[in-house]
Structures are given as C-alpha cells and as structure tokens.
C-alpha cells in the first residue's frame, strides 16, 4: 500500500502515535473489501541500530480485528528477509503484552526507560503523549 493510505489509517486508527514521517514500505490486511490494519516499516529510530541489516515496525495498527496484528508483523518480516535484512525490531509500551509480536516469532530483549521526550534546547517538539513511558524491544532475527 502507499505511504499516504498508511498514514491515513494510522491517523484515523492508532490510539496513541501519529502517522510515521516516512518509511520503506507499507503493508495492510483486509476482511472482505474492508482494510483492518496497517503495519510500516522503516529504519530503526535508535542510530545504534540502523547498520543496514535491520529493519524497525515503526507503526502497527488495527480496528480490533483478531490476528490482525500478528499477521502484520508476519508479512513484514517475510518481506524484510526477502529484501535482505537480517533483523526486524519493534516496540511495546509498558502495559501492552506483545501478545501479537510473540505469536509473529518476535522475542522481547530489551526493557528500556522511559525517555523524557524528544526536544532540546537547538531544537524544541512538543510532547506527543508518549514520553516518560517505559518501552520493551522486540526483535527476530534471521537464523534463530
């Protein structure tokens, strides 16, 4: 799907994320005639990461429907490897049970601390509601 029917959904649907700023592809999953989910994937935000051989899930969103999710996560890793990388990473919210991303093969292997927020004194953001929020790392790699 293209990035503006991603980002249209993911404004429409996501409870707590705006849409990406960009990605490298974008994949959806539909009941009938009816799209449910969307899933982008990206480079990973953290510069550690971004070695060329990783790819993040940078936005996952549904309206509900059951395995939806994890059918997301499926086909972007199946997508990935077959683009070459190595390594699919994601995030979870303290709260969420990354139910979806485990049936999808996903491992969690980070718990990390809540960041203050995104903006410094060369270059102010507003808050987007998710700062000061614990995160879990999940990741699938290719091989294990």
Same mark, same amino acid.
């Given at each position: 799907?293209?990035?503006?029917?991603?980002?249209?959904?993911?404004?429409?649907?996501?409870?707590?994320?705006?849409?990406p700023r960009g990605m490298k592809f974008a994949i959806g999953v539909a009941r009938g005639d009816e799209l449910v989910g969307v899933a982008?994937?990206?480079?990973?935000?953290?510069?550690?990461?971004?070695?060329?051989?990783?790819?993040?899930?940078?936005?996952?969103?549904?309206?509900?429907?059951?395995?939806?999710?994890?059918?997301?996560? +499926? *086909?972007?890793? /199946? &997508? %990935?490897?077959?683009?070459?990388?190595?390594? !699919?990473?994601?995030?979870?919210?303290?709260?969420?049970? +990354? *139910?979806?991303? /485990? &049936? %999808?093969?996903?491992?969690?292997?980070?718990? !990390?601390?809540?960041?203050?927020?995104?903006?410094?004194?060369?270059?102010?953001?507003?808050?987007?509601?998710?700062?000061?929020?614990?995160?879990?790392?999940?990741?699938?790699?290719?091989?294990?």
């Open positions: 799907m293209t990035f503006r029917q991603a980002c249209a959904f993911i404004d429409a649907h996501h409870r707590h994320h705006r849409p982008t994937a990206g480079r990973p935000v953290a510069r550690c990461l971004d070695d060329g051989v990783t790819l993040e899930v940078t936005r996952s969103c549904t309206v509900g429907e059951p395995n939806a999710n994890s059918k997301l996560y +499926g *086909a972007v890793w /199946r &997508a %990935a490897r077959a683009m070459g990388y190595v390594r !699919l990473v994601s995030y979870t919210q303290e709260g969420e049970s +990354g *139910a979806s991303l /485990r &049936a %999808a093969g996903l491992l969690p292997v980070a718990d !990390l601390r809540p960041r203050s927020g995104w903006t410094t004194a060369s270059r102010p953001r507003p808050s987007r509601g998710v700062d000061n929020v614990c995160r879990t790392r999940w990741e699938i790699c290719a091989g294990r």
